[in-house]
């Protein structure tokens, strides 16, 4: 494990590190830091600019310079340059906030947690940076594209027991989403099957004849014309799970970019979103024994 940064966070982001290996009996392989920094990072970054700005820095705050002599097992630490990125329409609606845990409304579009395309416009970088929370984690996550309530806890040492909710089921989740009227639906369907998403893919499958890993109940609970809101009870958690088990029944929820067919929009599309709402969430609080219940303020259809 590395030593605590000696760089405080940028845009609610910890710095990142690298070290360099243990002394090589043959002799150091990099006559300087920079030539090492060079190796490791030439192609994720402009590393002749970075250390021209002092960006890179020792575990004192002292800047690497081109010339330092190679030095075996030091950690050198940088923030990332981070891309561009087009401002996720919608505000993060704030339904609770004690010591322990934030509670959250999510809009559409805004990721759960800083990654690949999507940092600064995600709710643990922005939320870190409005609520001077650096150690926010989410106990949970939900997709980019869907909205609703979202739990974080505020510090680290608050992780522990809450996760452990979520790791033995016992947080009770509601759902509801917009999709088409089904009159085979207008009765409780519980869906069982076995779902599996591959690292890489857009989309996940159903395995048939596998043992079952995935199950929701789904409930009608009105129609609208030719659309009905349903609520969705799962008991499992795979990925895309709410999404594929309405889309097997025929019923997709309106919206829905990958089912039952993948449509090609731009990740900076924001004009519709997934009608798929994460509207409750129920559990007895690890820490005090109190009941916790939060309920989203959102209505269909979904906006941001």
Do not use: C
């Not at 522990?160 to 639906?185: I, N």
């Amino acid at each position: 494990m590395p030593p605590r940064s000696p760089l405080p966070p940028r845009h609610g982001l910890q710095s990142a590190w690298l070290r360099t290996p243990d002394r090589d009996p043959q002799g150091p392989p990099w006559p300087t830091m920079s030539a090492w920094l060079e190796h490791e990072m030439a192609v994720h970054a402009d590393v002749h600019r970075m250390l021209a700005d002092e960006r890179f820095v020792y575990d004192d705050l002292s800047p690497v310079r081109v010339d330092d002599p190679y030095a075996p097992h030091t950690f050198v630490w940088f923030h990332r340059d981070l891309r561009d990125e087009v401002e996720v329409p919608g505000e993060i609606h704030l339904l609770h906030r004690d010591e322990r845990i934030i509670v959250v409304d999510k809009p559409p579009f805004l990721s759960t947690i800083p990654r690949g395309k999507h940092v600064l416009q995600s709710v643990v970088v922005r939320l870190r940076a409005e609520l001077d929370l650096p150690e926010l984690t989410p106990l949970h996550r939900l997709d980019r594209v869907t909205s609703g309530v979202l739990l974080l806890a505020t510090e680290r040492r608050w992780r522990g027991p809450y996760q452990t909710l979520f790791e033995h089921r016992r947080v009770s989740k509601t759902y509801r989403a917009l999709a088409p009227w089904q009159e085979a639906l207008e009765s409780p369907v519980v869906v069982r099957n076995h779902l599996r998403k591959d690292r890489g893919a857009l989309r996940a499958e159903v395995v048939p004849d596998a043992p079952v890993n995935a199950e929701t109940r789904i409930e009608m609970v009105t129609r609208v014309g030719d659309l009905a809101v349903y609520e969705l009870h799962p008991r499992t958690g795979r990925t895309h799970q709410l999404r594929m088990h309405l889309a097997g029944l025929g019923a997709p929820i309106v919206g829905d970019p990958l089912y039952p067919d993948v449509t090609d929009v731009s990740i900076d599309d924001f004009s519709h979103p997934l009608q798929l709402l994460a509207s409750e969430l129920a559990f007895t609080d690890p820490v005090d024994g109190s009941e916790r219940r939060f309920v989203s303020d959102r209505s269909f259809p979904l906006g941001q």
